[in-house]
C-alpha cells in the first residue's frame, strides 16, 4: 500500500485564467446555469412526487426554524464537534505528517497503517467511542477528529515528500535551523497539498458526524433530519438537509480563503 | 561569522549520515501493532479496561473464528462488497466518458470544475430521505449515493490527468497524422492513465465508505448494519469482530487497487 496525492497537487493549475472573452461569458453563462437546472429539477421531482417537498414550502419551514431558533442548539452541538475534531486533526495531523515525509524510515513503519486508517470507513468507530466518551459532545468530537486525521496526513506525507530535495540541501547549507527550515521551506512548498488534506479531512468529518447524529447521537442537525424523516414532516427535513450542505459549502470556502491567504502571505 | 556558519555545518552534516544500525521497517511495524494489541490485552486482563468498552483481542479473535464458521457473516460481506463494487464500477463507467467530455469541450470543463470541486464537500448522504422517496427502501438510494460519492474524485483526476498530457506528445500525433483511435491508445491514455489512477483509487476508497455508512444508518443487511445490530444489542465482542472484518476489506480493496496501480504505472512509464 502507498501514500498517493489525494488531490491532483497543483491547485493553481485548476484556477488558471481562461483566454477569450467570447468563451469567459459563455463559462459564466454555464456557470449561472447549474443552480438553476438544480432548482428546475427539484421543482419537478415536487410536483411529480409527493414525498419530494416543494420549494416554497421548504424555504417557509426554514424561515420558521431559523426565527424560532429551535435549530440552533443542533446546528452549534453539529458545527461545534466538527469544529473541534478538525482542529485537534489539524494540530495532530499536520506535524506528524511532516515529521513522517522527512524521514523514510519511520514512513515505510507507518505508511501501511495510515494508508488502512485512511481506506477504513471510520463511521463504523462511533460506536466505540461512545463507549469511551459516553453520550456527550465528546465522542463526536473524538469521531471527527478520527475522521479527519487520516486524509490531513495522507496528504501532509504527499506534501513534505514533494518538496524538492535541492531546496532542503539548500537551506541546511544555509545553516537554517530546523525550525526556521519548517517555516521557509518545508511548508511554504507543501501548502497546496495539506491544503487539499485539510479540505478533504474537513468534508470528510462532517459527513461522518451527521451520519453518527443520524445512528443515535443525542442532538445535531443529523438527529433532526432523521426525527422529521420519521414524523413525516418533509418541508422540515428538507430544510435541514439544505441549511447542512450549505454548511458544509461555507466551511469548504472559508478553507478556501484561508489557503489562499497563507499561499500570498508565505510565498 | 564565517566561522558560525561552518560550524554550523559540521554540527549538522554528521548527524545526516551517520549510519544507523536499524531493523527492517517491517518488523518495526509488527512490534508497533503487536506492542499495542500486547497492551491492549494485559490491561484489559489486570480489568484496567472496561470489557463493555473494549473486549480483550483474544476474546475478539475467538469471535471472529466462530463468526467465520457460520452463514451469517457471508450473507453481510457478500451485499457490502457487492454493492460497493456496483457503485465503484459505476462511477468509474460514467465517471471517466464524463472527464474526457469536460476535456473535449473546454468551456465545460472549466465551467463546472468549481462545482465538482465544491461537490466533494456536500454531505451526499444527508439526501438518503429523498432518495428513499425516490428510489424505495432497497439498496437503491445506497448505490445512489456511493457512487455519487465515488464519481466525483474519478472526474476530477480525469479531467486533470487529460490537462496534463504534454501538448508535444498530441502535436506529435497529429505529425504522424495518427487516427483518432491510435492517438488515444498510442498516446493519451498512456500518458493520463498513472495521474487518474488516484481518482479511481479514492472513487473506491469513497464507494465502501459511503456504503457502509448508509448501511449503518438504514440497511436491513450489509457489514455496516450488523455492527449497528451488535452495537444496539450490546453484542460488543460480536461489533468489534464485525468492525474488524470491515477493516480487513477495506484493507485489501485499498491494497488490490494500489498494487494495480503500481503495475499499471511500470507498464506504462
Known sequence: ?267 | MADARTSAVRRVRPARHRPRARLPASITRLIVIFGLLGTWELLSRRGLIDPFTAPRPTKIFEELITISRGSEMYSHLYRTASTALISFVLAVALGIPIGVLLWRIRVLGDALEPYLLTLRAVPTVVFYPILLAILGLNVGPIIAVASVMAIVPVIIFTLVALRTVNPTLLKLAASFSMSPSQRWRIVIIPAATPLALPGVKQGMIYALLATVSMEFILADRGLGFRVALANSRFEVVTMYAYIFIVIVISVAAHSAISALERKVRRDLL
Open chain 1, 1 to 267: 500500500m502507498t501514500i498517493a496525492p489525494t488531490s491532483p497537487i497543483g491547485g493553481s493549475r485548476l484556477l488558471r485564467k481562461s483566454g477569450a472573452d467570447g468563451s469567459r461569458r459563455l463559462r459564466h453563462l454555464v456557470q449561472a446555469a447549474v443552480p438553476l437546472l438544480l432548482l428546475l429539477l427539484w421543482i419537478l421531482l415536487s410536483v411529480r412526487m409527493d414525498l419530494v417537498p416543494g420549494v416554497v414550502q421548504t424555504m417557509r419551514a426554514l424561515a420558521s426554524s431559523l426565527r424560532s431558533g429551535e435549530i440552533s442548539q443542533d446546528s452549534w452541538s453539529t458545527l461545534s464537534s466538527v469544529v473541534a475534531g478538525f482542529a485537534i486533526a489539524v494540530a495532530v495531523g499536520v506535524p506528524l505528517g511532516f515529521a513522517l515525509g522527512r524521514s523514510s524510515y519511520w514512513l515505510k513503519v507507518f505508511e501501511p497503517i495510515v494508508a488502512a486508517g485512511y481506506a477504513v470507513p471510520r463511521i463504523l468507530l462511533y460506536p466505540i467511542m461512545l463507549a469511551i466518551f459516553g453520550f456527550g459532545i465528546e465522542s463526536k468530537v473524538a469521531i471527527a477528529f478520527l475522521s479527519a486525521v487520516f486524509p490531513i496526513l495522507v496528504s501532509t506525507i504527499a506534501g513534505a515528500r514533494s518538496v524538492s530535495l535541492i531546496l532542503v540541501k539548500l537551506a541546511r547549507s544555509m545553516g537554517m535551523s530546523h525550525l526556521q527550515r519548517f517555516a521557509k521551506v518545508l511548508l511554504p512548498a507543501a501548502i497546496p497539498a495539506v491544503a487539499a488534506g485539510l479540505r478533504m479531512g474537513l468534508g470528510s468529518s462532517f459527513i461522518t458526524v451527521v451520519v453518527a447524529e443520524m445512528s443515535g447521537a443525542p442532538e445535531g442537525l443529523g438527529v433532526v433530519v432523521k426525527k422529521d424523516y420519521g414524523s413525516q414532516q418533509l418541508p422540515e427535513m428538507f430544510s435541514v438537509i439544505l441549511l447542512i450542505v450549505v454548511i458544509a459549502l461555507a466551511g469548504n470556502l472559508l478553507l478556501g480563503l484561508v489557503e489562499r491567504r497563507s499561499r500570498r502571505h508565505l510565498s
